[in-house]
């Protein structure tokens, strides 16, 4: 079957007036000699809010790490607003799948969300007022300021996801990388991050947001992303998520059920790829 | 009363050794809650033996023994740092191999002295009562130091130590922060050398840190909290060596375990027994 890259998004007459905030040129990255990027290449507009979509091992993590800049590429390059990274400046937030941190680590969860400020901070300054304020702001933006003074291991598995993703508002990212951040939380959790994700909308911010919910990325996301190893298909979310295009994206694990796709990641094969990238880190 | 506390003051030698103990009370203690937190023990422990070899050139010169031990010091910190990035050896392979050929090749250049027993068990196990006022100046100078960069360091040693990845997309230079570290680990080894000597340090930077860790909920409460148990220890330890003639690095060390274990025993929130008692109701 033909790769099949949908022109423009469906908000194209708007977003294609601004320029790319990341550009993707034959991008491959391997691990170990096992490609898990392969020839990537690709425009995201800036202010694109973009789920990724694929199975297990498909590469979405690695992508989201290669957008942060946080590992190196085999082939090809990637231009942040048509610069390096160092160069271009660009404030990028990454919350990985499951954040590789320390939870028996002294800290509140106040300066864990400052944290996300050090680089307005700037070295051997301390935090200003306002610094202080746009954290305490970001807590409430996530509905959690009651645990502002809380040890981050004491939280739940929703409240750590709200607390990572508070850190990245008030790092004041214009581009974030969500790695499956709906995994493992509760439904109100849920809802709290689809209005965030929906107000950066409103402020421009460009938001990639990966997730094995097909569902949620065709009713919430008005951009898709088929991702497996190759980039499949990149367009608006009611074009992308054609049968035919889902179906070569998670190979054979695709059922239709009721006229919707349902698919069935249960006995993924690649699934000890995605083990390996994580024991890369 | 009082005389219990100024007696042992009128001789010159102990007042030197009680401000050498606190002074290598408070340094080991506040670098040792990094030590604690990131699970760097052994690698405390290494480079106070790798430091051996440094101290040996130096008494067979005659120079100063801390200005060999310095130097020694700092090329372990850096050569684990090279050893380990990127290559297949893992750390604590590399600091075995070092840390026991560094141990090795001092003990024979020592071995070689005619004084060989008195020189080494100083150097294995501290001889605090003959610091002179040159040591004191020099170690007062380094501990000043140590102190101020964890000081004005303080966000960036925690962001590497809590979330190496933030560290990463705030495009922090980790690597040379890391580096850092270990230099300040190496100067307070270098510190505790004539006062808990080599064999000791490690309860030093560990056991205060481990107190602490056991009833605080943020690194800066953790390091004043581990400063306090480290002079408590050092001075308690000190004096009772002096009453009850037992050599004074060991005394230090033992009170500080002792301390532990009260609070293991009986912290509020983490201690054996309380949640024990909490289970039992």
Request: proline share 4%.
């Amino acid at each position: 079957m033909q790769l099949k890259v949908l022109p423009s998004p469906a908000h194209a007459h708007t977003l294609d007036t601004n320029p790319p905030m990341v550009e993707l040129r034959d991008v491959t990255v391997a691990y170990a000699d096992n490609a898990v990027l392969n020839d990537v290449t690709l425009s995201i507009p800036q202010g694109a809010h973009v789920a990724v979509v694929g199975p297990n091992g498909a590469g979405k993590s690695t992508l989201f790490k290669a957008l942060a800049g946080l590992i190196p590429l085999q082939q090809g390059s990637i231009l942040w607003r048509g610069k390096s990274l160092g160069a271009s400046g660009v404030r990028i937030a990454y919350i990985p799948q499951r954040c590789e941190v320390d939870w028996e680590f002294p800290v509140l969860v106040r300066d864990v969300v400052l944290m996300g400020r050090y680089r307005q901070i700037g070295w051997l300054h301390r935090p200003s007022a306002r610094d202080q304020a746009a954290t305490m702001e970001a807590l409430a933006q996530l509905g959690i300021a009651n645990l502002a003074t809380s040890p981050i291991g004491e939280l739940s598995g929703g409240q750590q996801q709200r607390a990572f993703l508070a850190r990245s508002l008030a790092q004041e990212a214009e581009l974030l990388l969500a790695d499956e951040p709906f995994t493992g939380v509760d439904a109100s959790t849920q809802e709290v991050i689809l209005r965030v994700f929906e107000d950066l909308r409103e402020r421009g911010v460009t938001v990639l947001v990966s997730t094995h919910d097909l569902n949620m990325a065709i009713n919430r996301f008005t951009t898709s992303m088929l991702l497996n190893q190759r980039l499949i298909a990149f367009g608006p979310s009611e074009e992308v998520f054609t049968s035919d295009l889902v179906r070569h994206t998670f190979d054979s694990q695709v059922y239709e059920v009721d006229g919707g796709l349902v698919i069935d990641q249960c006995c993924s094969h690649d699934g000890e790829f995605d083990n390996a990238h994580e024991l890369q880190d | 009363m009082f005389d219990v506390i100024t007696a042992p003051l009128i001789y010159g030698f102990m007042q030197r050794g009680l401000a050498a103990a606190i002074l290598v009370g408070i340094v080991c203690s506040v670098i040792g809650c990094y030590i604690v937190l990131r699970g760097m023990a052994f690698l405390g422990d290494a480079m106070a033996h790798a430091i051996l070899p440094g101290v040996a050139v130096a008494y067979l010169l005659r120079g100063n023994l801390l200005v060999g031990a310095l130097a020694a010091a700092i090329l372990v910190a850096l050569g684990i740092g090279t050893l380990t990035r990127g290559s297949s050896i893992k750390e604590d392979t590399a600091i075995g191999i070092l840390f026991a050929a560094s141990l090795a090749l001092g003990v024979a250049m020592i071995s070689s002295l005619q004084s060989y027993a008195t020189d080494l068990s100083h150097i294995l196990f501290g001889n605090i009562l003959g610091v002179s006022n040159q040591d004191l100046l020099l170690c007062g100078i380094l501990g000043a130091a140590v102190l101020v960069v964890v000081v004005m360091l303080y966000k960036e040693f925690l962001l590497v130590a809590f979330d190496p990845v933030l560290a990463a997309t705030l495009r922090l230079p980790a690597g040379a922060i890391n580096a850092l570290l270990l230099v300040l680990i190496a100067v307070t080894v270098v510190i505790s050398l004539q006062t808990v000597g080599v064999g000791l340090v490690t309860a030093l930077l560990v056991t205060p840190a481990a107190t602490a860790r056991l009833i605080t909920r943020r690194l800066g409460t953790m390091m004043l909290l581990s400063a306090a148990f480290g002079v408590i220890s050092a001075v308690v330890g000190l004096y009772f060596s002096y009453y009850v003639n037992i050599a004074s690095g060991p005394a230090i060390v033992l009170t500080a375990t002792a301390i532990f274990l009260l609070v293991f025993l009986f912290a509020p929130a983490k201690g054996v027994l309380p949640r024990m008692l909490r289970r039992l109701r």
